[in-house]
């Protein structure tokens, strides 16, 4: 048994029916329950190749997730939201052909977003993760963010800001109401996902705290 300093303790890697099941003390059942396939265990940090999509609801942590299981693996993160928005929030003309420059890579790891690249990505990536937070931790998180955005001012991509708060009742597509009304959509579009590529390695987090227990695993392990 090896211990984690954050607190989790690593018993090993089991393998039941092909899948992969990571086993930490004092859990059961084990954290990571759904859809990680016995071949995904064996991807070591910096080892060959492996293309990962975190999908989840806006708000969710999809980037911040994204970067951090990057820099644990080695794998470059490219974030989707760079390569779509020129200034003024207008979407950038190389927008498709960047990202299929990105798909084409033999490792990569990014978030999956806007449907005019959803598919090829889906198609090219061995790996998807959902974090399926609850519609109340994901408003919580996409209000805090966009609260703090335009506060501060924060420079976003291609030096955009956040619209100032009083959008959020004059512009239907302001991304706290967008987030609220498209959060179906996402558990939609993954379980599409799913019965249309049964052999797609696919992980799902319930809860903040399962992902970063996951990812606390990842960095003691050295393996995803």
């Known amino acids: 048994m090896r211990h984690n300093p954050a607190g989790v303790e690593l018993c090993g890697v089991a393998v ?3 899948l992969c099941i990571l086993q930490v003390q004092g859990r059961s059942p084990p954290f990571v329950s ?14 060959g190749s492996m293309r990962i999509l975190v999908a989840g609801p806006s708000g969710s942590g999809k980037t911040t997730f994204a970067a951090r299981l990057g820099r644990l693996l080695d794998i470059p993160h490219t974030e989707m939201d760079s390569l779509h928005w020129g200034p003024n929030w207008t979407p950038r003309p190389s927008f498709e052909a960047d990202v299929q420059t990105l798909i084409e890579q033999p490792a990569w ?25 609850s519609r109340a931790v994901v408003m919580w998180r996409v209000v805090r963010r966009t609260v703090r955005r335009a506060v501060t001012g924060q420079r976003l991509w291609a030096d955009n ?40 390695r696919f992980i799902e987090f319930r809860t903040p705290r399962a992902a970063n227990q996951f990812l606390r695993a990842v960095q003691l392990r050295g393996v995803l």
């Open 34 to 47: 759904t859809g990680v396939r016995a071949d995904l265990c064996t991807h070591q940090r910096g080892e």
């Open 16 to 18: 039941e029916g092909g």
């Open 161 to 200: 800001v956040e619209p100032p708060l009083k959008n959020i009742l004059r512009d239907p597509d302001n991304m706290i109401r967008y987030t609220w009304r498209s959060y179906p959509h996402v558990g939609e579009l993954l379980a599409e996902a799913r019965g249309q590529h049964l052999q797609k």
């Open 109 to 133: 790891i990014t978030e999956w977003q806007y449907p005019q690249v959803r598919g090829r990505l889906l198609e090219r990536a061995d790996v998807v993760i959902y974090l399926r937070y």
